[in-house]
């Protein structure tokens, strides 16, 4: 059985940074492709960033380029982002999701996995 939890949200102030994790259970969590989403209320859920099994390859949403870093370590199975420079707009539920596959794709519908996302709330 494939969990995926994230931690290390909260409420922080604007310019403030985070980091989140996502730990993984189960297997081929080494070969999967990997993503961080977000959810604000009322709006769509949308890709964050990701990267590859080999870590070859790391894609970010255009807003988040320059302040997010994702990155991951294999042996914990863990995923993690990084997140400076917080602005009121990146206020969110932050998930992270497994691929069907070893490739990063944007769209939601590319993932087959997802925790249950933990809530960042950036106050200006």
């Known amino acids: 059985q494939v969990q995926l939890v994230e931690s290390g949200g909260g409420l922080v102030q604007a310019g403030d940074s985070l980091r989140l994790s996502c730990t993984t259970s189960?297997?081929?969590?080494?070969?999967?492709?990997m993503a961080w989403f977000r959810q604000a209320p009322g709006k769509e859920r949308e890709f964050v960033g990701g990267i590859s099994w080999n870590r070859a390859n790391v894609y970010y949403a255009d807003s988040m380029k320059g302040r997010f870093t994702i990155s991951r370590d294999n042996g914990k199975n863990t995923l993690y982002l990084q997140m400076n420079s917080l602005k009121p707009e990146d206020t969110a539920t932050y998930y992270c999701?497994?691929?069907?596959?070893?490739?990063?794709?944007?769209?939601?519908?590319?993932?087959?996995?997802w925790g249950q996302g933990t809530q960042v709330t950036v106050s200006s």
């Open positions: 189960g297997r081929l969590f080494s070969s999967s492709a």
């Open positions: 999701a497994r691929s069907i596959d070893s490739t990063v794709s944007s769209s939601v519908h590319a993932y087959n996995y």
